[in-house]
C-alpha cells in the first residue's frame, strides 16, 4: 500500500512538471512567432531620468544607449509592453513601455512648444513641494528638460510628460531658450568640459553624467554646447570637418574628436572601435574605464601605446554645426522619419 501511495505521488509530480514544461514550450514559442506590431503617427517624451534602451525587446538584451528625461521619440512598433523607437540622433532602438509618455501628433505639437526648463547641474533632485527637506520626486542629470509651469521662490514649478508637478531649484536650472543662446562652440570650451568630467565611470551604452561609453563621452561634452552627436563612435567619425593626419598631429586641434580603429584593407572596411577628443599638446581625454588622459607621445607618462598605434581620423566639430550628423539643439524635437 506505502508503495502505490508513493509510485501515485511519483508520478503526479512527473505530470505536473510534464504538463507545466508543455506550457512554458508553448508560451515561448508563441512569443517567439509573434512579430511587432507597426505603429504609425506615434511620438513619445521620456519620463525618467535617464531611460535606458536596448538592442532587442526585454531587460536580457544588451543596453544600447540610454535618453534622458524630456527627450522626444518616435514610436515605430512594439512587441508586448516594449517598443521600437527613433531617437532625435536617428539611433534605433527598445523601450519598455513604463519609461515613456505616448502622444499623437496634435498631443506631441503642443508639448514640444511649451516653454521648457533644462538641468544644468551634473546630478539633483526635483521636489514634491519647493523645500529641498521635503520628498523628493525624482532625481535629476545634466540634460534633464522639463515644462516650466511658474516661478516659486528660488524654485521652479515644472510639470513631467506625464503630469505631475514637482520643483527644481533655480540655481540648478535655466530657461532651455536663453541656456540654448549662451552656448559657445569653440576649442577651450569643450576642452574645458571634457576635463570637467574626469573620474566619471565607464559603461557600455552610458550617455549621462552618472557613467558613460566612450562615444557616449562625447556626446555628453558637446551635448553641454547644445550640439547632438550621433551616437557611436563609427557613426560620429563620418560627421564634422575632417582633419588630415596623414603626416603626423601638427594639423590637429584642441577639441576636436580623435577615432582609432583598423584602417581599411582590401578585404575589409575601416572598423572604428573608440574614440577621444584631443586637448592639445599631443595628449588627448577619453572614457575607458573611467574619463581620464592619455598621451600620443612615447614620453609621456600617460603614453597609450595602443590608441596611439590605432589613431587613424580625426574631425573637427567647431564650425561645423548643422552639417549632417551634427545637430543643433534648436532642432531637439525633429526627428526623421
Known sequence: MKNKIFTESVLRKKTILFSAAVILLVSACSRETKHPELIENMSGIINVSVANLYTEPGYRAEMATQILLGA?????????????????????????????VKMDTVVFEHFKN???????????????????????????VFGCMLNWVEDAGNFYKVAYP???????????????????????????SIVKTALSLKGIPYLWGGTPVKSMDCSGFTKTVLL????????????QA???????????YDNLQAGDLMFFGKKATKDKEEQIRHVAIYVGDQEFIHANGYVKSGSLNPESPIYDALNSREFIRATRIAGAVGTKGIKSMTDYYMIDK
Open 238 to 248: 563620418t560627421a564634422g570637418i575632417q582633419v588630415d593626419i596623414s603626416k603626423g
Open 114 to 140: 511649451k516653454k521648457k526648463i533644462i538641468f544644468t547641474d551634473d546630478f539633483g533632485f526635483a521636489y514634491e513641494f519647493p523645500d529641498t527637506q521635503q520628498q523628493r520626486a525624482s532625481d535629476l
Open 224 to 235: 553641454r554646447h547644445g550640439i547632438i552627436l550621433l551616437r557611436d563612435a563609427s557613426e
Open 162 to 188: 506625464d503630469g505631475r508637478n514637482a520643483y527644481v531649484l533655480k540655481s540648478q536650472a535655466d530657461f532651455f531658450d536663453y541656456w540654448l543662446s549662451t552656448r559657445e562652440v569653440n576649442a577651450d
Open 72 to 100: 522626444p521619440i518616435r514610436v515605430l512598433q512594439h512587441d508586448r509592453n516594449w517598443y521600437q523607437v527613433k531617437t532625435t540622433e536617428g539611433y534605433l532602438a527598445w523601450i519598455p513601455e513604463n519609461v515613456f
